[in-house]
């Protein structure tokens, strides 16, 4: 008896093997028949926002935090090694702030030194100052010697034990307000240095703008930004730059808003800004969070073309965030909030003769940036947004019908506010409209055919911000991990398929300081030193380095793959490589063997198979190592018919030409 049961058991195991290997393999239909759908230049792009010290504390690649003393607490970030709050520091000196009401960059120190020998004032960077061996940086600070002997100011920046490991003297000559310059050379890799600064002589001096920036900057601009950062932007070969944000457009307060025209000019004049995420989060809280706006508007329009990638700035519609304050601009009194967004397209595209043409010009570009969008605000909802926007789009397009405007539905990619917003603004023939998600990998893969059904007549989608939440949303323990990449793998699957609604799209937030961040997952994490791709930014770079031209089908027995199976799929053409482009992504924990069947189309013989997976779906990369990264492979195939295998919980992209 109970050798039969082991018998029926092992018959049992085994045809139920059999029966799951024989569902494993399935036929995909490629039609190259034409389907008159272009895949815009503009369909993956990148979203800039400046949280997590994604700008001052990361792309931009000033070390110096608060270096002109502008922060509400002047002195956050400075500090002075044996300086007394209730002593008159007879046997050290002291640092008072003073301010100059006329000026957007109105605070500067006042140094006093007694004793020479025991006066030191620090500056701990952003989480500390990285530093790479046998490197260079520029050191730079304004000076006005203002009574005594001090002769020069000592330079030194030293490691976490204090040690020293580069100092450089800077002699101090004439009169009034001067800025002097040096250069550090670095003996050693270090990720938490500090800045030391001491003085020769004693007396008084007043001091402002302390900088310190790599040498080694991104196509080795002064003052510029952080190479490793931008070269993973570049390598995603994005089709568009949305910047500043976000909800930082918005602002807290209106007060609070960002305002393009106090980006421009001398960095050294723009006026500071307290970040919205400096509070925005409970769980990370971040008083030392500021925007010095060293990356301006200027900087981002440079950005953008150093990328190849379409500018699209957004800009306050006179709402404050809905979250925090929600404080409007009486419609009567939106005039400047206008004025604002037609000069900055001036700014943008005029020539030379123009008001803010020139402003450009003289900046260092006096060619247009050829700006083709402008946002209208970021994520509002409701009536007010509604109102707001058709005063905005009737001053834009009266005297630039040729720019599209992105409209919002709201931060939710359904519910009451969702539906009245989409209804609103195809009324008004909204061009673009933008959709924001961050929902859990289940719903991602579930709504891979979201915008089969959407109406083609009607606006454009532009889904500007998605993100699939391991945990939540605005949860802390998010991560960027293997299932949730995988997931946005399969939704950009339905977003590629539908590309005549879906003209633009982009993953967000982008970038996160290791020590610095509010908000999960990211993109990008980078700490002082390095950074490294995370499993999601892998997804993004295939689809994106892969869009090809043109949209060509790819069914099952006549229908979408859209999660049959756990199967998604679309396919393009790229009619300027010659090449057809499947890619197909497997949600299973077995593997599928596909068979390939081309109809109406013709095929190259190489193939270029391209994997992205992992051993787990909790698996994610590291500063140490990226384990869950794309992995090519060559080989022929015949005409007609081709088989591949697809592994479990896998994203495959396949290049044929």
């Not at 002064?222 to 918005?250: A, H, S």
């Not at 009245?420 to 893969?445: C, M, R």
Request: neutral net charge.
């Amino acid at each position: 008896m109970k050798t039969k049961n082991k018998i029926f058991t092992l018959l049992l195991s085994t045809c139920v093997a059999f029966s799951s290997a024989q569902n494993s393999k399935f036929s995909l239909d490629l039609d190259g028949s034409p389907t008159n759908i272009k895949i815009q230049p503009t369909m993956y792009g990148i979203f800039f926002e400046d949280i997590n010290f994604a700008a001052d504390g990361g792309i931009y690649a000033e070390l110096i935090k608060n270096r002109s003393f502008e922060f509400d607490e002047p002195l956050t970030g400075w500090k002075q090694q044996n300086t007394k709050t209730l002593s008159p520091n007879l046997d050290s000196g002291f640092l008072t702030i003073y301010s100059d009401d006329s000026k957007t960059n109105k605070n500067y120190a006042r140094i006093t030194v007694y004793n020479d020998k025991n006066y030191i004032l620090e500056n701990e960077g952003f989480r500390g100052i990285g530093l790479h061996q046998n490197s260079r940086y520029d050191f730079s600070f304004d000076l006005e010697k203002v009574s005594g002997n001090i002769s020069a100011v000592n330079a030194s920046l030293i490691d976490e034990n204090g040690a020293v490991i580069s100092t450089v003297p800077v002699l101090i000559k004439g009169k009034g307000w001067q800025k002097y310059t040096a250069v550090f050379s670095t003996s050693k890799t270090v990720e938490k240095a500090k800045l030391q600064i001491t003085f020769t002589g004693n007396g008084v001096v007043n001091m402002d703008m302390i900088s310190l920036f790599p040498q080694d900057t991104w196509k080795g601009r002064k003052g510029g930004l952080r190479k490793d950062l931008v070269q993973k932007l570049y390598d995603l070969q994005p089709g568009f730059l949305r910047f500043p944000g976000g909800c930082i457009v918005e602002g807290r307060t209106l007060a609070e808003r960002y305002q393009w025209k106090k980006t421009l000019g001398n960095v050294a004049n723009r006026e500071y800004l307290i970040n919205k995420w400096s509070s925005g989060f409970a769980h990370r809280l971040t008083p030392d969070y500021y925007q010095s706006f060293g990356l301006g508007f200027y900087e981002y329009f440079q950005l953008s073309e150093d990328l190849g990638a379409e500018p699209l700035p957004i800009l306050s519609c006179g709402m404050a965030c809905q979250f925090n304050t929600a404080e409007l601009v009486h419609l009567e009194e939106l005039n400047p909030y206008i004025q604002d967004a037609l000069d900055l397209i001036e700014f943008a595209n005029g020539n030379e003769s123009t008001k803010w043409g020139k402003i450009r010009a003289e900046m260092g570009h006096p060619k247009p940036f050829n700006m083709k969008y402008i946002g209208v605000g970021n994520e509002q909802w409701g009536e007010d947004y509604i109102e707001r926007y058709k005063i905005f789009e009737k001053a834009i397009h009266g005297k630039y019908p040729d720019i599209q405007i992105i409209s919002g539905s709201g931060p939710s990619p359904d519910g009451e506010f969702f539906e009245y917003g989409w209804k609103e603004l195809k009324k008004l023939n909204a061009q673009i409209v933008d959709e924001h998600y961050y929902n859990s990998p289940e719903w991602f893969t579930k709504n891979a055919g979201r915008y089969d059904a959407y109406d083609r007549s009607g606006p454009k989608v532009f889904a500007g911000e998605y993100a699939a939440q391991s945990v939540g949303v605005v949860k802390p323990d998010n991560k960027n991990n293997w299932q949730t990449a995988l997931s946005e793998a399969a939704f950009m699957t339905g977003l590629e398929r539908n590309a005549d609604v879906v003209t633009m799209t982009s993953y967000a937030p982008l970038f996160a300081h290791a020590d610095g961040w509010q908000w999960t997952p990211d993109l990008i994490w980078f700490n002082n030193l390095q950074s490294y791709a995370t499993p999601n930014y892998y997804v993004q770079k295939l689809f994106s380095n892969n869009k090809g031209t043109d949209l060509i089908k790819i069914y099952e027995n006549g229908n979408a793959v859209k999660g049959q199976n756990q199967l998604f799929a679309s396919a393009v053409k790229d009619g300027k490589n010659n090449e057809v482009i499947i890619k197909i992504v497997n949600t299973d924990s077995q593997e599928k063997s596909i068979e390939i069947n081309p109809k109406n189309i013709k095929l190259g013989s190489k193939l270029t198979k391209t994997t992205l997976t992992a051993s787990q779906l909790s698996s994610e990369n590291n500063f140490q190592t990226e384990n869950i990264k794309p992995l090519e492979e060559n080989s022929v195939i015949k005409k007609g018919k081709f088989s591949v295998q697809i592994p479990v919980n896998s994203f495959v992209v396949l290049k044929i030409k």
